[in-house]
């Protein structure tokens, strides 16, 4: 080959490669990306303690927060009714709170009736701690919350519980 190839082969390899970096901002900025464990999250057959399948359908589409907690765990239930007073005041703003019990269903059912919330609890179990781990939760500790926009794209996550002001925060950012 002669130098004028060699140099016609290197422009049109720069030119892929910027493409390739230009094109993979755009998608990951427009939220056309997505994110295996979100799409795991919604593919997931949720359902609520009594055993009835969650219509997580409904959840498209939300700035959903997920809340990754058990009702053995006190800082979990600690930061319950912070959750359960942002997801009143928030709904009208398409925003949902959705709990993720990593417990029994007879535990979760018993702890609600005892401290009920307004938003859905829905079961976990292994899987829930398994997809906790894929969505960051890396020491697979609880509580962990999981903030998702509403083009399906995580922005933000938090170990350990979490303020009211910190969640305003992230969630004003996904509006």
Not at 35 to 59: L, V, Y
Not at 81 to 105: C, H, M, R, T, W
Request: with cysteine; glycine share 10%.
């Amino acid at each position: 080959m002669n130098r004028r190839q060699w140099i016609m082969i290197g422009g049109i390899g720069l030119l892929a490669l910027l493409a390739g970096v230009f094109s993979s901002q755009w998608i990951s900025q427009t939220g056309l990306a997505s994110d295996p464990s979100i799409k795991a999250f919604f593919a997931n057959p949720w359902q609520n303690p009594d055993g009835k399948p969650a219509n997580s359908e409904n959840w498209h589409g939300k700035v959903l927060v997920v809340n990754f907690w058990a009702s053995w765990c006190p800082p979990c239930v600690e930061e319950m009714p912070a959750l359960d007073k942002i997801a009143q005041e928030y709904a009208s703003k398409n925003v949902l709170i959705v709990g993720i019990g990593i417990d029994s269903p007879s535990n979760i059912r018993e702890f609600l009736e005892k401290t009920p919330v307004s938003y859905p609890i829905v079961i976990g179990g292994l899987e829930g701690s398994s997809l906790s781990k894929q969505m960051g939760n890396s020491q697979g500790a609880l509580p962990y919350t999981v903030v998702i926009n509403s083009k399906g794209k995580s922005i933000y996550t938090k170990l350990g519980k979490i303020s009211e002001e910190e969640l305003k925060k992230a969630i004003n950012s996904a509006l």
